[in-house]
């Protein structure tokens, strides 16, 4: 697609339940990335992926958090067990080539999820 | 792990001003640095970057920004604001070696601009 995608825009998830945030890199894109933004900070790294392969995962601030990509295209966050503390924006990002080395991303729209 | 600073959190500028936003980096090594904008309840785009060809870096939107390594600060201008330009800022830096493709963020700027 012309951009990355993210889905949905917004999840309102009763404390407690389980989440699944989906994105949908820019066609091609090998790299992969996950950040939490939570209200009025920057972005924070959750978890990077190279094709489907995690290369890292220490962003990610609990067991409760996991990452697939397992095509190598469109990634998947699941979030078990949700608690307050989760509420954040959850922005996606894509890299054509192995990021870092002076590459910037290109950044989905996030999903906004708020746990009640 | 790298990380930045940015000095204030909220900038008022009238219309046709100079917009100036600070970002100090902490490193020993020039690192990769970044600026961002986020316009409300978008993602993030890039409006330039350093990568240590040259230390005035010229972005989209007629933002520049300039590397000064003897004061770690990647600091973001714009000649004159325009309206469009209010948005939150985000400048970023890479880690260093192989985990370079880990961005650290500041905690942003929200600039506003004053009719």
């Known amino acids: 697609g012309a951009g990355v995608s993210q889905s949905p825009r917004y999840k309102v998830a009763k404390r407690g339940q389980d989440v699944a945030l989906r994105c949908d890199p820019i066609?091609?894109?090998?790299?992969l990335f996950w950040y939490q933004q939570a209200l009025g900070q920057g972005p924070e790294f959750l978890t990077y992926f190279q094709n489907e392969a995690q290369l890292d995962k220490s962003g990610l601030p609990s067991d409760r958090f996991f990452a697939e990509r397992p095509e190598g295209s469109v990634s998947t966050l699941k979030i078990q067990r949700t608690q307050q503390e989760d509420s954040a924006v959850y922005l996606c990002a894509s890299s054509l080539e192995r990021a870092g080395n002076g590459y910037g991303y290109t950044f989905g729209s996030g999903t906004r999820l708020t746990v009640v | 792990a790298q990380s930045v600073t940015q000095l204030g959190s909220h900038v008022s500028v009238s219309e046709g001003a100079l917009v100036l936003l600070r970002c100090n980096y902490s490193s020993s090594v020039p690192p990769y640095l970044f600026w961002y904008v986020q316009y409300p309840n978008q993602g993030l785009q890039l409006l330039l970057k350093?990568?240590?060809?040259?230390?005035l870096v010229k972005g989209i939107n007629g933002f520049e920004a300039e590397f000064k390594k003897s004061e770690t600060s990647f600091h973001l201008t714009k000649p004159s604001a325009h309206m469009s330009d209010a948005a939150e800022y985000f400048c970023?830096?890479?880690?260093?070696?192989?985990?370079?493709?880990?961005?650290?963020f500041g905690a942003g700027t929200t600039v506003t601009v004053r009719a």
């Open positions: 350093y990568t240590s060809a040259a230390t």
């Open positions: 970023a830096v890479s880690d260093l070696g192989l985990n370079d493709y880990k961005l650290s």
């Open positions: 066609s091609g894109h090998v790299s």
